[in-house]
């Protein structure tokens, strides 16, 4: 404990581990540009402040990139309280919530000979990263291995989506002392993350109701949810999707069940740029395009490195003018960028 508290900066507890190896090898891979249109760039006036303004443009013309290897460390001896891992005076938190020098004894101390860390710091803190990170990081350990989930930020989807991706739904683990602890770095979109959404993406087809989707495409809706980003004329917009024959989804008033059956194989995903997008990934079709709307203050292009490994699927986007309120899309604009992608993404 003393370590913790007079030790400074915290330690990176993976710079603890006694052993690190190789899981996937860092990668070059090849990224088609972003289906867009003239001009679009000059109206971006800043990135979210999660990215960087370079390497969202690069990855907006396209080109070769790298992607970083996926690791497993080995750490001995590591203390579980709360959201925190503690190793000495290492310290990380894979999970959601605020730090505790101590828990009361009223949690039941649990200890284990060996695990294997499944809960990450962005998965934990946000839904679409629990989707894009998380859910494949609980296929890394090996068969009869036992996993290590940790508190996650509470999500009304999170076991539906389990229960039909074949994820076992945990407890969290609230305090624990783990003899032997194997964590991951796995946040790169190489080969070994795709060959593991594509096991998700077939047990989400053994398990989705099936109902007619729409052969237009489907517009998800935000709201309100996460960090504001408000489409102000978003009526408007859907009036004109709607009329186009895309189905409006509200993903709040629904189950993961009916989001999946009604994105099921999906051409066209069109949304507001932000987590919510998640709840497409697994259902789309294998050769869908992300259409996203981005406010012209928060450029983020997280879909876009999903696309971009999974075989045909594309990614195109626009960008919105700020309003008082939030930002707005001309349905002009968009009805053009659509009518592009039909020329460029079939």
Not at 5 to 20: E, F, L, M, P, Y
Not at 146 to 172: D, I
Not at 194 to 219: D, H, I, M, Q
Request: charged share 25%.
């Amino acid at each position: 404990m003393l370590k913790r508290v007079t030790g400074g900066k915290a330690v990176d507890i993976r710079t603890q581990a006694s052993k690190t190896w190789v899981l996937c090898p860092a990668e070059e891979a090849h990224t088609p540009p972003a289906i867009h249109l003239p001009g679009e760039i000059d109206r971006i006036q800043s990135v979210s402040p999660w990215r960087m303004h370079d390497a969202e443009l690069a990855s907006i013309h396209g080109g070769q990139v790298r992607h970083a290897s996926s690791e497993a460390h080995l750490l001995e001896d590591v203390e579980l309280a709360g959201a925190f891992l503690y190793k000495d005076a290492a310290v990380s938190q894979p999970g959601f919530g605020k730090r505790h020098w101590w828990l009361s004894g009223s949690i039941p101390l649990e200890r284990y000979t060996e695990s294997h860390l499944i809960t990450s710091h962005m998965g934990s803190h946000f839904f679409g990263t629990l989707l894009l990170d998380d859910y494949p990081l609980a296929l890394l350990p090996p068969e009869g291995a036992h996993r290590l989930p940790m508190c996650t930020q509470p999500s009304r989807h999170n076991a539906q989506y389990r229960e039909l991706l074949e994820l076992p739904m945990s407890l969290p683990v609230q305090r624990a002392r783990i003899d032997r602890l194997i964590v991951y770095t796995d946040f790169a979109q190489n080969s070994l993350k795709v060959k593991r959404y594509e096991v998700l993406r077939t047990a989400l087809r053994r398990n989705c109701p099936r109902t007619a989707t729409s052969s237009a495409g489907v517009y998800l809706r935000r709201g309100r949810s996460g960090e504001l980003r408000l489409l102000d004329n978003e009526a408007q917009v859907e009036e004109m999707l709607a009329g186009m024959g895309f189905d409006i989804i509200d993903p709040m008033v629904l189950t993961a069940a009916e989001i999946s059956s009604r994105t099921l194989d999906a051409p066209l995903v069109i949304s507001v740029e932000g987590s919510h997008l998640s709840h497409a990934i697994f259902s789309a079709s294998d050769t869908a395009t992300f259409v996203v709307l981005q406010p012209p203050d928060r450029l983020c292009m997280t879909y876009k490195e999903y696309t971009d490994q999974m075989g045909s699927m594309r990614f195109a986007f626009l960008v919105g003018d700020r309003s008082a309120q939030g930002f707005r899309v001309e349905p002009d604009h968009l009805k053009r960028l659509l009518d592009l992608v039909a020329t460029v993404a079939r």
